[in-house]
């Protein structure tokens, strides 16, 4: 096996993994050594991913056009806005789905979003947004964007890299990408696959890829792309007392302010928040 980001031949199948969307199917985790990257093969069994997605969407079909501002997304714009340093003009965010994020930007600022679901795609229309409902890959940008954000996408990509490829060459200088991964270079991830023997991010064939930072940044550095924050956070999912309502509510407020410390710094949790800058 190659391996499917640095096309080294140093990779050594490091567990099996069972798919919680065909039980009776297992997928070989590949470990690459020289990247340290990580992922499944999507053509090990021949099940249909389209298929699949539309099962996940069908089990999702509660989404709402009314739109409520989150402390999530609240967040994120304002480090975006931090990094920016100007409110940007042009934005385009890569698997919006109903849109929520760029709902958040006021609508003096072009919000434009990428989603194949023709469900959310549906829903972000009637919010105002505009949607391509295809391919990031085969969209014909005629335009560049201040800020390109891709949240939850990379990891379920049959091919990530042209994915990068393509966001790359739509960032204005001094433009951001923002990319947010499950990262298995996590303390979440040893101490869950070390005692519970699964980590939640592990479920082929949705999610295939498993970047490294290493070659995250040295990939995106090739386009000029420079590292200006990262961190890593729990992504709010954290919480084993959901069921009591007071103590989840007190457990999330933790959660909040751990999430906003020092250690988000640390390889703990298993959301990870990349910013970069396109400079030239
Ligand atoms: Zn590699």
């Known amino acids: 096996m190659i391996c499917k980001f640095c096309n080294n031949s140093d990779v050594i199948r490091s567990k099996s993994i069972n798919s919680p969307f065909y039980p009776e199917k297992n997928y070989i985790l590949y470990e ?15 099940v249909s991913i389209n298929e699949m997605y539309e099962k996940l969407a069908l089990s999702k079909k509660n989404l709402s056009i009314t739109f ?15 990094i920016l340093n100007k409110t940007p003009k042009l934005i385009l965010d890569v698997g919006c789905r109903t849109g ?12 434009e979003g990428v989603e ?31 800020l390109v954000s891709a949240y939850n ?23 951001l990408l923002v990319i947010l991964i499950p990262t298995h270079e996590s303390l979440r991830e040893k101490l869950l696959m070390r005692f519970h023997k699964r980590w939640h991010m592990y479920v082929p064939p949705e999610h295939l890829n498993f970047f490294s930072t290493r070659f995250l940044d040295s ?16 992504g709010g999912i954290f ?16 959660m909040y302010f751990v999430d906003k410390s020092f250690i988000n710094r640390l390889p703990i949790f298993d959301h990870l928040f990349s910013y970069y800058k396109k400079i030239e």
Request: aromatic content about 16%.
């Open 68 to 82: 409520l501002k989150t402390q999530y997304w609240e967040d994120q714009k304002r480090y975006i806005l931090q």
């Open 116 to 146: 194949i679901s023709n469900y959310c795609t549906e829903i972000a229309n009637k919010r105002g947004l505009k949607i391509y409902n295809k391919n990031l890959e085969s969209i014909n940008f005629n335009k560049k964007y201040d």
């Open 153 to 175: 996408i990379l990891e379920h990509l049959i091919d990530p890299l042209s994915f990068l490829d393509k966001l790359s060459s739509i960032i204005n200088k001094n433009g």
């Open 219 to 234: 990939y995106l550095n090739k386009y000029n792309f420079k590292l200006i924050k990262r961190y890593y956070s729990s």
């Open 32 to 46: 690459c050594k020289h990247c340290l990257s990580r992922f499944f093969n999507v053509h090990q069994h021949d």
């Open 100 to 111: 929520d994020f760029l709902m958040h930007f006021n609508d003096a600022i072009i919000r």
């Open 239 to 254: 919480n084993p007392f959901k069921r009591i309502p007071v103590i989840n509510a007190l457990f999330n407020k933790f």
